[in-house]
């Protein structure tokens, strides 16, 4: 069964404008961390922002935030004020518990941002 | 500083050939990471160390030899490789192994087999 679902392929906005990224997630665990990573086109896996299970706030960075509901297992990344160098993949991940440690990161498929002028 | 560096960042080479990709982090974390990533697809995880030992290899062909020659350092080992090998091989770190850890990766190593 896949662990994280991220439905769009591709999403286009104009520059300054907010978007939300959409992902779901399916787990048993109760303690979990959810990650959102950008990739632009130059490779390097660039860390967005984290929301554990347990906590009670959305997390914030900056223009990044994550509208985390829990109930609905949604962890949707929303940015505000787009920039020309948003235009990235986006990947939604998750933590969770394996046998002897919580060392694999589930990855959604990815989503194709592109942020125009 | 969440720096993790790779080299070489392109490397092409025969299928007889050997060569080494190499991952270096100075955050003091604990756990490090090999993922294989091919284009347009998320990146795959290959093996885990944890303090400098192999914890997880996920089935990976012997002619990727992973080895962890200090806490600091990560070395993928390849030999006869395929061309189906063709990717990015991407290299992160953690902390530790919780599932509040953050994995930072670095800018990749893009591979051609010829």
């Known amino acids: 069964a896949q662990k994280i679902t991220q439905t769009q392929p591709g999403m286009f906005v104009q520059e300054k404008e907010a978007v939300t990224l959409d992902c779901t997630y399916d787990t048993s665990d109760q303690s979990y961390g959810l990650f959102w990573y950008k990739q632009p086109s130059s490779g390097e896996m660039i860390f967005l922002i984290y929301q554990g299970s347990y906590d009670e706030q959305n997390a914030t960075e900056g223009r990044y935030s994550l509208n985390f509901q829990k109930a609905r297992k949604s962890a949707n990344l929303v940015i505000s004020a787009s920039q020309l160098g948003d235009s990235a993949m986006y990947f939604c991940a998750m933590r969770e518990g394996t046998q002897g440690g919580s060392e694999k990161l589930v990855f959604g498929k990815g989503m194709k941002l592109t942020v125009n002028p | 500083d969440t720096e993790v560096t790779q080299t070489p960042k392109h490397l092409v080479m025969g299928m007889t050939n050997k060569k080494s990709l190499k991952c270096e982090q100075h955050?003091?974390?604990?756990?490090m990471y090999w993922y294989k990533q091919k284009a347009k697809k998320p990146p795959e995880l290959m093996f885990v160390y944890s303090y400098e030992k192999l914890s997880i290899n996920e089935s990976v062909p012997s002619r990727f030899s992973p080895e962890c020659p200090n806490s600091s350092l990560l070395n993928l080992h390849l030999h006869a490789l395929q061309p189906e090998d063709s990717a990015l091989y991407l290299c992160?770190?953690?902390?530790?192994?919780?599932?509040?850890?953050?994995?930072?990766f670095g800018p990749g190593t893009r591979l051609t087999v010829l």
């Open positions: 992160a770190s953690s902390l530790d192994r919780e599932r509040t850890d953050t994995q930072y």
């Open positions: 955050m003091g974390h604990r756990a």
